[in-house]
């Protein structure tokens, strides 16, 4: 390991075992797990987005039969109101399925190849690149708080 990429402290440094290649790729595995947990955010957001858009339905409903438009009114209460996202599905179905599948197994498999690989550390391959991006010695590139 050159100057440049001494650890900034004992939770972000490089176990003596791992190369280059390993780091770089425990790197972009979190890197993917972050995108996931974003994509697990933009669910709540839909979920919550589809939720507030059905109970608006309500008002629709009510004004469509004041105004003299039952078969509207009709049709939107029937075939929107309530309905399904997907086939049997509501949101929150997604949503837990999410979570409880594809999104649990990512965050595992994740963990453990940290745990396996670099003891658990996080954020090695960028605590790297902060080392040799930073310029020592000038304000705001401390290497640590």
Do not use: C
């Not at 770089?24 to 947990?37: N, P, V, W």
């Not at 003299?68 to 929107?80: F, K, M, P, S």
């Not at 453990?112 to 090695?124: N, P």
């Amino acid at each position: 390991m050159n100057d440049k990429n001494r650890p900034l402290d004992e939770e972000h440094s490089r176990p003596e075992s791992l190369d280059d290649d390993t780091i770089e790729a425990l790197g972009e595995l979190s890197k993917a797990l972050e995108t996931i947990h974003r994509v697990r955010g933009h669910l709540y957001s839909a979920h919550q987005l589809v939720g507030g858009a059905d109970l608006t339905l309500d008002r629709v409903v009510k004004l469509m039969r004041r105004a003299g438009r039952r078969e509207i009114a009709d049709r939107v209460e029937q075939e929107l109101l309530g309905r399904n996202l997907l086939p049997g599905r509501w949101t929150f179905q997604i949503v837990e399925e999410f979570d409880a599948g594809y999104y649990a197994a990512f965050q595992e498999i994740e963990r453990d190849a940290r745990e396996k690989l670099a003891g658990g550390r996080r954020h090695i391959f960028e605590a790297e690149m902060k080392e040799r991006r930073r310029t020592h010695g000038m304000p705001g590139h401390e290497a640590t708080p």
